[in-house]
């Protein structure tokens, strides 16, 4: 960094980096005001430079060769924001060898390939920033490894997926069915180029992975944590959930328990009153309990041009922050130590309240069969709704919901549930907060 100028390419021009280049061209004399340094954006890499981005790009390099910008040794920070695994991780790996910083969304590559590229980073004395990658706009890295940094943290509980947020809100408001729901989330253009990220709780898992490896100072294995989407979700649970005073979100769960870290991410029915329940379309919410802080909300737009591009410059202008005080060191603000392993507990250990839904016969004696079993697993019944048949419909929905019961004595019991041929297969078993 000369002259406190700090040199920046941009690879990939889709619609993060697009808000990173945005932000850079209009906020710069901001950004010197605020921060003493100039920000210059030299060179952009795209291999698809035909699409409309109204950017005046006259002052910056444009081109479709990354090694543009990772070669150029005058490139100080180097964003990556083509998404996926490869190229990307190539890329990151080759700035980080050239002693370039990095600043990137990648969620994905951070969650599975963090423990790798952190170590590189670590041995050229660069940093690798990634606020962006969780909750999008919102400050929730920066959150909890500063403005937290006192406590130790006791539980998150995260609607970090603003895709399956849509899709659940709209199963809610509209009574929508899923598939619907999620045509439009599609076309809003939240989703990931592989929607089974979104609604199979992929997604909010790597967000879970990153955020539990910050507050642990260690390194979570992404592999570790149980994962359930919202794809089996119908309009008649969303309807059970309501007329019982829950709603259905997808939570990104984080305990600190006993025996480890409880680490999971399921649809979850929450009750009206809570907070996490009224945080409704893509938005997302991240609720942080901290021993002395007590409880927290996080709250704002988890993707999109200007949120994500918001999260990026943070990081820019905050990592060069860094490199004006400690020239050519690596930032202290790197809390994801690679060689620290973090310990989880199984979700068979976990225990929960559980609802339950069914499709059973309507004949005599089959409720007392299901609750027979349940009993003599250890599981009790807070409260039960059965719907009248339709005319000539054999099979009636029936909704229970527990009382708390480990996970380990709910899957044995549904296991026996299942043998009862009164019992249409198509049953759901969900968690309640
Ligand atoms: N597909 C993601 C979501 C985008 O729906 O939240 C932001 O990571």
Redesign the pocket.
Known sequence: MKDHLVNIGIIGLGTVGTGVARILLKQKELLHTRSALTFQLKAISELDWSRNRDLDLSHVKCTTNADDILLDPEIDIVVETIGGYEPAFSFICKALQNRKHVVTAN?ALIATKGRELFKIAAANGVDLMFEASVG?GIPIIKGLREGLVANTIESIYGI?????NYILTRMHQDELEFGQALQEAQAKG???ADPT??VGGG?AAH?LTILASIVSSGFVDFGSIFVEGITAITKLDINFAKSLGYTIKLLAIYRLVEDGLDLRVHPTLIPNSHLLAAVNQ?L?AIFVKGDFVGDTMFYGP??GERPTGSAIVGDIVDLSQDLLLKEGEQSSKRTINPDVQVKTIPISQVKNRFYLRFFTLDAPGILSKISGILGDCGISISSMVQLEAHEKENYVPIVLITHEASEASMEKALQEIRKFDFVKENFLRLRVF
Do not use: P, Q, V
């Open positions: 969620k999008g970090l997926n603003g895709t399956s939240f989703a990931e990220l979104d997604d967000k893509e997302n988890g993707a």
